[in-house]
């Protein structure tokens, strides 16, 4: 079955500072990945995702990922973090197929520090 | 263009009532699915269903009913409310093609008592 692990539940960055967010996926077939953003008393909102085409996938509010067969890794990252990316991040996973729901990672929690 | 749309936002249940939380989406989307978001727990999966007629149960069903008469509606019962299904839900859906995402409402909160 396929599942992601989220290493850190909160992350506190200064302004400014790089943005990581761990994200390790677990799956016997090739995954489809997803990285969200939900801000307070929101909705999840897509960030980016993983198509197969590229490994290195950008997305909205400069944000990007790599995808890392060896490592089974997707981590999200920025190089300068603002104010306003104070959100709690999700990552999830697919079957490749797409048949099946997405199932979610714990969560990130980013904080940042002025 | 209203996406997915719950119904209602907020929910105060006394324990042993049951009710229904609404969702609807208009983009003719083919997998609906219900996750219930618990602080520290991430979204679990509680129930989807792959097209009107069919669902399945995910990871944390016991407790919850659905239907899928319609392609745009999918709503979520709860039977006997209890304080453990204190939660914020959401309603997500997504096309049967290939590797797309999936577009949540702005979930519904409920409170039992």
């Known amino acids: 079955a396929q599942s992601v692990t989220q290493l850190g539940s909160h992350v506190s960055v200064s302004e400014g500072a790089l943005v990581l967010l761990r994200c390790n996926y677990s799956s016997s077939v090739p995954p489809y990945l997803f990285w969200y953003v939900q801000y307070p008393n929101q909705g999840l909102q897509l960030l980016l995702k993983y198509t197969s085409a590229a490994t290195l996938v950008k997305g909205i509010n400069g944000f990007e990922a790599e995808f890392k067969k060896s490592e089974t890794s997707f981590h999200l990252t920025k190089p300068s973090a603002h104010m306003s990316d104070a959100a709690e991040y999700f990552c999830?996973?697919?079957?490749?197929?797409?048949?099946?729901?997405?199932?979610f990672g714990k969560g990130t929690r980013l904080s940042v520090i002025a | 263009n209203a996406g997915v749309t719950q119904t209602p936002k907020f929910q105060v249940l006394k324990t042993g009532q049951s009710m229904t939380l609404q969702c609807a989406q208009d983009?003719?989307?083919?997998?609906m699915s219900w996750y219930r978001q618990d602080p520290g727990m991430g979204l679990r999966l509680i129930h989807y269903s792959v097209g009107a007629g069919i669902t399945d149960q995910g990871e944390v069903p016991n407790g919850y009913n659905v239907s899928r008469s319609t392609t745009e509606d999918f709503p979520l019962r709860l039977l006997s409310a209890a304080p453990s299904q204190t939660s914020v839900y959401f309603c997500?859906?997504?096309?049967?093609?290939?590797?797309?995402?999936?577009?949540f409402g702005q979930g519904t909160r409920l409170t039992v008592v």
């Open positions: 999830a996973v697919t079957r490749s197929g797409g048949n099946t729901p997405l199932v």
């Open positions: 997500a859906s997504r096309t049967a093609t290939l590797n797309t995402e999936a577009f």
């Open positions: 983009m003719n989307h083919e997998y």
